[in-house]
T-cell receptor, first 113, second 113 residues
């Protein structure tokens, strides 16, 4: 079963903040975040491992709440280059070692000037 | 460093025709994957491989076959194409260490008429 992402789409003005959520019905070992621009391949952003850590680089960060089986991606002071579709990919505890990810349906982020 | 290369980039087939999509990676990765991406559905795993000579089914394997005769290559075959297989196909690979990023190819846009 695919993880559920919310919102499905969001439009922001440059400089505003956004939060994208990813929820799973399964116990998770890790959550991966990717960004895909239209007509291009998904590009890796970050991985969060079981343990509830928070990661980030530049103005994009993420958290992982393993008890709630949720992860959130935070984009602060958004830039035009942040536009794209964001996907979470989850690795469940039961599938650990198989290196399989189950991807969410995506969140389309549009940044306008 | 080419990374993950998919061939061809575009293809139009008639219903019932067969074809093979090629994925090649030059990163010495153990794991390779084939996904299909349809509007609103995110990335869904078709088949994957955990090493040369091995393959396994993903979420949506029906109508597809795969082979991994060489470590660097992962082939996806459609024996009798159907309009429902119209999609964008992505190949990805990752290394042996647990929970590593997946590296994606640029995709193959396939239309079945």
């Amino acid at each position: 079963q695919q993880p559920v992402q919310s919102p499905q789409a969001v439009i922001l003005r440059e400089g505003e903040d956004a939060v994208i959520n990813c929820s799973s019905s399964k116990a998770l070992y890790s959550v991966h975040w990717y960004r895909q621009k239209h007509g291009e391949a998904p590009v890796f952003l970050m991985i969060l491992l079981k343990g509830g850590e928070q990661k980030g680089h530049d103005k994009i960060s993420a958290s992982f709440n393993e008890k709630k089986q949720q992860s959130s991606l935070y984009l602060t002071a958004s830039q035009l280059s942040y536009s794209g579709t964001y996907f979470c990919g989850t690795e469940s505890v039961n599938n650990f070692g198989n290196e399989k990810l189950t991807f969410g349906t995506g969140t389309r982020l549009t940044i306008i000037p | 460093n080419a990374g993950v290369t998919q061939t061809p980039k575009f293809r139009v087939l008639k219903t019932g025709q067969s074809m093979t999509l090629l994925c090649a990676q030059d990163m010495n990765h153990e794991y390779m994957y084939w996904y299909r991406q349809d509007p609103g559905m995110g990335l869904r795993l078709i088949h994957y491989s955990v090493g040369e000579g091995t393959t396994a089914k993903g979420e949506v394997p029906d109508g597809y076959n795969v082979s991994r005769l060489k470590k660097q290559n992962f082939l996806l075959g459609l024996e009798s194409a159907a309009p429902s297989q119209t999609s964008v196909y992505f190949c990805a690979s990752t290394g042996l260490q647990a929970s590593q990023p997946q590296h994606f190819g640029d995709g193959t846009r396939l239309s079945i008429l």
